[in-house]
């Protein structure tokens, strides 16, 4: 055959295969499956690292392969025949969609042709969150102090940085009211960080400023790094779950068969994906029961609206007899849900308030931090029985505090303290807040946020061990599987190992996201198989892998701008999962939250995939449309 009738009939094909689903839907859903492969470039210049996104389903689903050096992209086999649509995205060239896809049996190609951005106002739009968080950051560059206050106060619920949160040239007097608005919220400046915000901010996203600073990024193949060999060796894929009020704060893999749990604060209710027979998911929402409560739970007289939630679900984890045991942060209980039965078991708090992160132990007794009365608590879901040990504090001043703090909570109104939170002078409480269990020798670890401390519990006697960071902010940490503990520095964007046989610091290591420092890692998880360490991007969108043996880094970016991820888990194939937790969740491009899974070794490699061989000489008629900038909405 000659070239030009091998590119006429897969032209034909091509145009044929959206027709045949319409005419003929019987014929169709009996096509096997197959996958997408093509190029994207730009000008004749392949477009380097493109993600090419492809779409299927309501709620939808989303499958994405990174383009290679010379903008080949393949996908893994497909499971549907059809009704697929497509994004393909690089920071530098404007999106292009294409619609109404079906992947063949024998591949269906795609040419992807884009269009270089070249208004510089328009490129920097593109770039994630950290990139403009970070001209904050340069102006406080004389004031480290500044510098990890302001992370570690203002990058707790949401990114900065955002097209909603800084892109939108706020005046002074708005920020200071918006500044005012999240200290009512907790984010509680000092006097000296609050006066001065609010010039940091105006002088960093000034139009000239940002103009002057962020366009030095782009070059040859845009503004982003790109994806090296072993990211592009990845699939991401992302699926819808919940709506607009929705955030996931965190999500975990149900081993037993597989499925996929969320909890979504905001709405009270807890979330199934499973795929068991749909690889789209199955999604069933389950409402967590309130009881007696207030909006608010037990902040009711801090609640300023009607419609807040009235438990703040927070965390979840697997009992070792199949049980999901919830920690519902607002509500002070622990919640037990049995999947097969779908019944509850509430359990009210004898003590403490805002029970947070929890793990099991062997003995399946839950362990779980109280992030405002500085404890930790131990449950035993067999016995019912509760325990509660009290953490260390820096000072007098801190305990006294911390032991009027549910008084405080509870007359809340008595005492205007939403009000008067936002306007005191940067009160920094310890606040307990990542923990588990060494697999080693059983013993429990947690952290203390705004202490710089961890420690570790006895699980039988209740000793305590306090342990100085030699850095701020430790936030979630986990063991790898020689009882190493990894702890991310939340503020100063890197990760610390802590030897808890010989009880010292090893070594720490900044994360290498551009521009450095700007990453503000929330979480991190330890595969036990191979002990690499994945950690949230939360800043940057993207999730990072760093191998401890041989200290390389990968960066796997999203898809989704303003994901914003709190919480990494791992099924039984080795992928990583995690869920846009963005609070609120209108910052999230669309608005709409989903969770992600990336899977390290997902897809075919472009290099020894013979479909290429063939398909370089079918010059396939595109029909791809260039899309504008889609501006976020509130
Ligand atoms: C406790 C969670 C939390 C923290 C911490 C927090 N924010 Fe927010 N932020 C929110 C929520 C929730 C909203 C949305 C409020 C709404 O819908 O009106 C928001 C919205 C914003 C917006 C958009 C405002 C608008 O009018 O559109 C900006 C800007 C912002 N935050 C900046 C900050 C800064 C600066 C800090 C640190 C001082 C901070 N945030 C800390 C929760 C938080």
């Known amino acids: 055959m000659t070239m030009r009738l091998i590119a006429l009939l897969c032209a034909l094909c091509w145009i044929s295969t959206p027709a045949l689903a319409v005419e003929a839907p019987h014929a169709q859903t009996q096509v096997s499956p197959g996958y997408f492969y093509g190029k994207v470039s730009s000008n004749h210049v392949a477009v380097k690292s493109a993600m090419v996104t492809f779409y299927h389903g309501n709620p939808v689903h989303s499958l994405t392969v990174f383009a290679d050096d010379e903008g080949r992209f393949l996908t893994p086999h497909l499971p549907w025949p059809d009704g697929y649509s497509a994004r393909v995205r690089r920071a530098g060239w404007k999106d292009v969609s294409l619609d109404t896809l079906s992947p063949r049996t024998n591949g269906s190609w795609l040419n992807i042709e884009m269009t270089r951005i070249t208004d510089a106002r328009e490129m920097i739009q593109q770039l994630p969150s950290n990139y403009w968080m970070n001209l904050v950051l340069d102006e406080m560059k004389g004031h480290p102090d500044h510098l990890l206050e302001f992370k570690t106060q203002c990058t707790g619920c949401h990114q900065q940085g955002s097209p909603l949160t800084s892109r939108r040239q706020f005046t002074r007097e708005q920020w200071t009211t918006i500044i005012h608005d999240m200290g009512t919220r907790s984010a509680i400046l000092t006097d000296n960080l609050r006066n001065a915000l609010p010039d940091y901010l105006m002088k960093a996203y000034d139009d000239k400023n940002v103009l002057a600073r962020l366009p030095k990024y782009d070059g040859e193949d845009g503004p982003l790094p790109l994806a090296d060999a072993e990211t592009r060796k990845s699939v991401i894929e992302e699926w819808d779950l919940g709506g607009s009020r929705s955030s996931h704060h965190d999500m975990m893999v149900y081993h037993p068969d597989g499925s996929i749990w969320s909890v979504d604060g905001p709405t009270d209710t807890l979330h199934k994906i499973s795929f068991a027979t749909n690889p789209d998911g199955d999604r069933t929402d389950y409402t967590i029961p309130h009881g007696d409560l207030k909006p608010g739970g037990v902040y009711a007289k801090m609640s300023v609206d009607p419609k807040d939630d009235y438990l703040g679900a927070h965390s979840l984890q697997t009992a070792p007899n199949g049980d999901i045991w919830l920690t519902l942060a607002s509500g002070n209980q622990l919640a037990g849900f049995n999947p097969k039965t779908e019944k509850w078991?509430?359990?009210?708090?004898?003590?403490?308030?805002?029970?947070?992160?929890?793990?099991?132990?062997?003995?399946?007794?839950?362990?779980?931090?109280?992030?405002?009365?500085?404890?930790?608590?131990?449950?035993?879901?067999?016995?019912?029985?509760?325990?509660?040990?009290?953490?260390?504090?820096?000072?007098?001043?801190?305990?006294?505090?911390?032991?009027?703090?549910?008084?405080?909570?509870?007359?809340?109104?008595?005492?205007?303290?939403?009000?008067?939170?936002?306007?005191?002078?940067?009160?920094?409480?310890?606040?307990?807040?990542?923990?588990?269990?060494?697999?080693?020798?059983?013993?429990?670890?947690?952290?203390?946020?705004?202490?710089?401390?961890?420690?570790?519990?006895?699980?039988?006697?209740?000793?305590?061990?306090?342990?100085?960071?030699?850095?701020?902010?430790?936030?979630?940490?986990?063991?790898?599987?020689?009882?190493?503990?990894?702890?991310?520095?939340?503020?100063?964007?890197?990760?610390?190992?802590?030897?808890?046989?010989?009880?010292?610091?090893?070594?720490?290591?900044?994360?290498?996201?551009?521009?450095?420092?700007?990453?503000?890692?929330?979480?991190?998880?330890?595969?036990?198989?191979?002990?690499?360490?994945?950690?949230?991007?939360?800043?940057?969108?993207?999730?990072?892998?760093?191998?401890?043996?041989?200290?390389?880094?990968?960066?796997?970016?999203?898809?989704?701008?303003?994901?914003?991820?709190?919480?990494?888990?791992?099924?039984?194939?080795?992928?990583?999962?995690?869920?846009?937790?963005?609070?609120?969740?209108?910052?999230?491009?669309?608005?709409?939250?989903?969770?992600?899974?990336?899977?390290?070794?997902?897809?075919?490699d472009t290099n020894t995939a013979d479909v290429f061989k063939e398909a370089e000489i079918a010059p396939m008629a595109s029909k791809a449309v260039t899309l504008k900038a889609q501006p976020f909405k509130k």
């Open 345 to 604: 078991e509430i359990v009210d708090l004898k003590e403490g308030i805002n029970p947070h992160t929890l793990r099991f132990d062997k003995k399946g007794r839950i362990w779980f931090t109280m992030s405002a009365t500085n404890h930790v608590g131990r449950f035993d879901p067999a016995t019912k029985e509760q325990k509660f040990v009290s953490l260390p504090t820096p000072d007098l001043k801190t305990r006294l505090i911390l032991w009027m703090t549910p008084f405080l909570i509870t007359h809340a109104d008595w005492f205007n303290l939403r009000e008067n939170s936002a306007n005191a002078n940067g009160v920094s409480m310890p606040v307990p807040y990542g923990i588990d269990i060494n697999p080693i020798d059983g013993s429990v670890w947690y952290s203390q946020l705004y202490m710089r401390h961890i420690g570790r519990i006895d699980p039988e006697t209740f000793e305590v061990t306090s342990i100085a960071t030699p850095f701020d902010t430790p936030r979630r940490l986990r063991f790898d599987s020689q009882g190493g503990l990894w702890v991310p520095s939340y503020s100063e964007g890197s990760i610390h190992l802590f030897d808890t046989k010989k009880m010292q610091w090893v070594k720490s290591w900044t994360i290498p996201v551009e521009p450095l420092g700007s990453e503000v890692p929330y979480a991190v998880f330890v595969d036990k198989q191979t002990d690499m360490v994945w950690i949230t991007g939360t800043q940057s969108d993207s999730m990072i892998r760093f191998n401890p043996k041989t200290e390389q880094w990968t960066h796997y970016p999203y898809p989704t701008r303003v994901t914003y991820t709190r919480e990494l888990d791992m099924d039984d194939a080795g992928r990583v999962w995690t869920s846009h937790a963005s609070f609120p969740t209108w910052h999230i491009e669309d608005g709409q939250p989903k969770v992600v899974r990336v899977d390290p070794n997902g897809a075919p």
